[in-house]
């Protein structure tokens, strides 16, 4: 256990629709990392918060959004939901927003868009 | 843009034989190097990582090594058993004001299957 939780695990959902995924970092961690794993992808990163600010953006779609909160859990915004969009979306915390130390994933959210 | 590139894709050995798998960046201002491990329906988990000051990193049966010139690292398994099997993967990211690469680059991954 990497002391990162996500929740929810699995999500099922229609093509148009809205979701929010939601990631509690380790304890004492200021950064969230969101990453998206498809199968043809592999790991993605898409966007860095340190204590409650956007630090790095990656691959991150527009109809995609996050905020890290003043309680330092993150939230990952989908909209406008896609089948391609079907994909494990981890979270990751560390300590210091610098990525060359060492993240810490949660379990992932696996979403499904039909 | 910042790239990884990972090989192969999969890789199949007898148990107690050696694995390895390498990898090229394409920012040369990328100075750490971690590699990951993803067992299947798991989180990635950091097995080793190198920072580009050294060339090498041993970790009893795993070990890393970093070419800077040619701008590839390579992660080594000697005597490999089936908990070994597992994907993967590499990553680079740059810190500072010179590197491009201000994040974690993960390579495609490695599907490593170890046969008893």
């Known amino acids: 256990d990497s002391g990162v939780t996500q929740t929810p695990k699995h999500l099922i959902t229609a093509t148009g629709q809205r979701v929010t995924l939601r990631c509690s970092p380790r304890s004492g961690d200021l950064s969230v990392y969101w990453y998206q794993q498809s199968l043809d992808q592999g790991l993605q990163f898409l966007i860095q918060?340190?204590?409650?600010?956007?630090?790095a953006k990656g691959n991150i779609l527009e109809r995609f959004s996050a905020q890290q909160f003043p309680d330092l859990h993150s939230e990952l915004n989908l909209s406008s939901l896609e089948l391609g969009d079907s994909a494990l979306y981890f979270c990751?915390?560390?300590?210091?927003?610098?990525?060359?130390?060492?993240?810490?994933f949660g379990p992932g959210t696996r979403l499904t868009v039909t | 843009g910042e790239n990884v590139e990972q090989h192969p894709s999969t890789l199949s050995v007898q148990e107690g034989d050696s694995a390895v798998i390498k990898c090229t960046y394409s920012?040369?201002?990328?100075?750490?190097f971690p590699w990951y491990k993803q067992e299947l329906g798991k989180r990635p988990q950091l097995i080793i990582d190198i920072r580009s000051n050294v060339g090498e990193k041993k970790d009893q049966r795993i070990a890393v090594t970093l070419n800077k010139t040619a701008k590839h690292f390579s992660l080594h398994i000697t005597e490999t058993q089936p908990e070994d099997s597992a994907v993967y993967f590499c990553?680079?990211?740059?810190?500072?004001?010179?590197?491009?690469?201000?994040?974690?680059?993960f390579g495609t991954g490695t599907l490593l299957a170890v046969q008893p």
């Open positions: 918060y340190y204590n409650g600010e956007e630090r």
């Open positions: 920012d040369s201002a990328s100075n750490y």
């Open positions: 990553a680079a990211s740059a810190t500072g004001d010179g590197g491009a690469t201000n994040k974690l680059i």
């Open positions: 990751a915390s560390s300590v210091v927003a610098d990525p060359s130390y060492e993240q810490y």
